[in-house]
């Protein structure tokens, strides 16, 4: 019923920056609010931000803010993330999340109902 595909990751040196893509096919009509979570290897997954449906809320894991922006644009069914000043240790599988829930809840997902995940895109920070 929704379905979530990102894109953009890829290779890029340290310092660098990316835009990575969410996009929601979506045939509930539902009013998701939609986060970005990321998995290095050999670790757990880590919330990175999370943005309602309207756009007007958002929030940020404590050490991602300033080096991560969240936006969307509902018009394309599309969530981004804006990653800046790329760090080795931001090397990692990243993933959008949908889910019916406040942003903040959305960054504990294993306590709601239902949450709908991507596949995800690999981004490389190499040095």
């Known amino acids: 019923q929704v379905q979530l595909v990102e894109s953009g990751g890829g290779l890029v040196q340290v310092g660098g920056s990316l835009r990575l893509s969410c996009v929601l096919f979506d045939r509930t009509g539902g009013t998701y609010s939609v986060g970005w979570f990321r998995q290095a290897p050999g670790k757990e997954r880590e919330f990175v931000a999370a943005i309602s449906w309207s756009g007007r809320s958002w929030y940020y894991a404590d050490s991602m803010e300033g080096q991560f922006t969240i936006s969307r644009d509902n018009a394309k069914n599309t969530v981004y993330l804006q990653a800046t000043s790329l760090k080795l240790e931001d090397t990692a599988v990243y993933s959008c999340?949908?889910?019916?829930?406040?942003?903040?809840?959305?960054?504990?997902?294993?306590?709601?109902?239902?949450?709908?995940w991507g596949q995800g895109t690999q981004v490389t920070v190499s040095s």
């Open positions: 999340a949908a889910a019916d829930s406040g942003v903040a809840t959305l960054a504990h997902p294993e306590v709601l109902p239902k949450v709908y």
